[in-house]
């Protein structure tokens, strides 16, 4: 199957710092999405992103499908920023199953 | 809305043991999913569901079963636990609308078998 691998696994910063989470996938995906996984568990959607750029407040999202990559962008990180950030590509077929990356832990410090 | 809930929160199983893990959702999506994560790790497909009746296996189904009698529900049944089966199990649906088929997550159900 697909392989998904994120990178860095943990990440520091302090606030108000910028950031680069990248996500490697060994296949051609029909899309992708980014997740965050606050302190509590929950999981959010971020961005659905085949290909190209979207922004939403502080965060944007590339995809370059053709080089089988994803960055996401994280601008004046705030605590709330803090979690897990999980990309996730089509298991088989649709976008409903997912295989997720191992993630990225960040922390956001005073 | 709602959104997608599941219940038990918490849940203690000695090995053997059978369960139920419930998951609704009242968004009138088509998609359902089950995952499982385990600690360090993403998350790992157990079962889907493309609509009421029909299911399918994902990448570790062993041990779980599922039914989908209703567009609201999906229940998830450990027929005997293990203590492999120790681990956070969310529950997670998505709209009918092809091209925009964002997950949305229930907020899990933390399973301890002992």
């Known amino acids: 199957g697909i392989q998904v691998e994120q990178s860095p696994p943990d990440l520091i910063l302090q606030e108000g710092a910028n950031s680069t989470l990248r996500c490697n996938f060994s296949?051609?995906?029909?899309?992708l999405q980014w997740f965050h996984q606050n302190p509590w568990g929950q999981l959010i959607n971020l961005f659905y992103?085949?290909?190209g750029t979207k922004q939403n407040g502080r965060l944007s999202a590339t995809t370059v499908a053709t080089e089988r990559y994803s960055l996401l962008y994280i601008s004046s990180s705030q605590t709330t920023d803090s979690g897990v950030y999980f990309c996730a590509v089509p298991y088989t077929g649709t976008a409903s199953k997912l295989t997720f990356g191992t993630g990225t832990r960040l922390q956001v410090t005073l | 809305n709602a959104g997608v809930t599941q219940t038990p929160k918490f849940q203690v199983l000695k090995t053997g043991q059978s369960m139920t893990l419930q998951c609704a959702q009242d968004?009138?999506?088509?998609?359902m999913s089950w995952y499982r994560q385990d600690p360090g790790m993403g998350l790992r497909l157990i079962h889907y569901?493309?609509?009421?009746?029909?299911?399918d296996q994902g990448e570790v189904p062993n041990g779980y079963n599922v039914s989908r009698s209703t567009t609201e529900d999906f229940p998830l049944r450990l027929l005997s636990a293990a203590p492999s089966q120790t681990s956070v199990y969310f529950c997670?649906?998505?709209?009918?609308?092809?091209?925009?088929?964002?997950?949305?997550f229930g907020p899990g159900t933390r399973l301890l078998v002992l």
């Open positions: 569901s493309v609509g009421a009746g029909i299911t």
């Open positions: 997670a649906s998505s709209p009918p609308n092809r091209g925009q088929e964002t997950q949305y």
């Open positions: 992103i085949p290909s």
């Open positions: 296949d051609s995906v029909n899309n």
């Open positions: 968004m009138n999506h088509e998609y």
